[in-house]
T-cell receptor, first 111, second 114 residues
């Protein structure tokens, strides 16, 4: 019973490198979300996908792109990483009339 | 626009004492309100949610929260703290307009002293 699986769990990048964070859920949920968590800031929504084939910007989308590959998978891409994108990234999914379920996070450091 | 304010970034209590974590919200529509808990190096786990039914909401691990519209508050309480309650707690609000985009507070780290 995996729930929401995020890969990788840890990553170190150099400024300017690109990277894709992967998220997959096995609960047949329609909605999926990407958040970033920074100390003292709580979680902030980057992008979300209400259903397969749709994506929308959240509060802090600049510097990121997303792909809802299919119902299970929702990836987050950093095209040219910047030190300000050092953060912990969380993926979540939600079924109809249910709360969001979160993955364990990806800890990303950009040097 | 919606927002959440959590009063106190750090709260410290003794084991067995009352836990009170404060959350005030701002919303132009009837809100849905949530409390999540985060243990070290883990994701967020739902403690409880308010969705316009009963104003007193009971959650997991002995926690409960009361929705007070007049005070725009949704404070989290537990009568007797346990060491395992040490974690960071997040209050969140959504308008449940279908997408359920959550707006989180900045979090309150709870320390439980023996």
């Amino acid at each position: 019973n995996a729930g929401v699986t995020q890969t990788p769990k840890f990553q170190v990048l150099k400024t300017g490198q690109s990277m894709t964070l992967q998220c997959a859920q096995d609960m047949n949920h329609n909605s999926m979300y990407w958040y970033r968590q920074d100390p003292g800031m709580g979680l902030r929504l980057i992008y979300y996908s209400a259903s397969e084939g749709t994506t929308d910007k959240g509060e802090v989308p600049n510097g990121y792109n997303v792909s809802r590959l299919n119902k299970r998978e929702f990836s987050l891409r950093l095209e040219s990483a910047a030190p300000s994108q050092t953060s912990v990234y969380f993926c979540a999914s939600r079924g109809s009339n249910q709360p969001q379920h979160f993955g364990d996070g990806t800890r990303l450091s950009i040097l | 626009a919606q927002s959440v304010t959590q009063l106190g970034s750090h709260v410290s209590v003794s084991e067995g004492a009352l836990v009170l974590l404060r959350c005030n919200y701002s919303s132009s529509v009837p809100p849905y309100l949530f409390w999540y808990v985060q243990y070290p190096n883990q994701g967020l786990q739902l403690l409880l949610k308010y969705t316009s039914a009963a104003t007193l909401v009971k959650g997991i691990n002995g926690f409960e929260a009361e929705f007070k519209k007049s005070e725009t508050s949704f404070h989290l309480t537990k009568p007797s703290a346990h060491m395992r309650d040490a974690a960071e707690y997040f209050c969140a609000v959504s308008d449940n307009g279908g997408s359920e985009k959550l707006v989180f507070g900045k979090g309150t780290k709870l320390t439980v002293n023996p």
